[in-house]
């Protein structure tokens, strides 16, 4: 693995911890019939599928590293190729928890734009790494 891939791949593992922590909070949540939580099915679904999001995301951008370091592209597009795949985690998620971060929020904000675009990174990344693959 090249050293941007591995300094790379060292912070998405970092963020596990981080991950396990929001499944433990929701799960507190359930739990304990935090207001705002259980009875704001928004608010629930959209986080739910901000922390499932997040956790499947990490996975696929470690194992996205291994193969862009394989692929035929030119450095600067692995370099740009790691970046899309690498903003999808962190965008995604953020999307959904901001876009309803008070318990009376009923409808996502504006910050669920976030989301389309961490999906729009993940599609130019895995697009670009699947092509460059192929070469």
């Known amino acids: 693995m090249s050293p941007s891939s591995l300094s790379i791949a060292g912070v998405l593992l970092i963020t ?3 991950v396990a922590y929001g499944g433990v909070t929701l799960l507190s949540f359930l739990m304990k019939n935090v207001p705002g939580y ?3 099915p928004v608010r629930r679904g959209l986080w739910r599928a901000g922390h499932a999001h997040a956790g499947v995301l990490v996975l696929f951008a470690l194992v996205a590293m291994l193969y862009v370091d394989q692929s035929g592209l030119p450095e600067a ?3 740009l190729t790691r970046l899309l795949i690498v903003a999808a ?3 995604m998620p953020l ?3 901001l876009s309803v971060v008070r318990p009376s ?3 996502p904000s504006r910050l669920i734009l976030l989301t389309y675009a961490g999906g729009v990174c993940l599609a130019a990344g895995t697009l ?3 092509i460059g693959l192929l070469l």
């Open 16 to 18: 596990v911890p981080g």
């Open 89 to 91: 985690p962190i965008l």
């Open 38 to 40: 259980l009875d704001n």
């Open 105 to 107: 929020d009923t409808k």
């Open 128 to 130: 670009m790494l699947g």
């Open 77 to 79: 597009l692995k370099a």
């Open 95 to 97: 999307g959904f928890f």
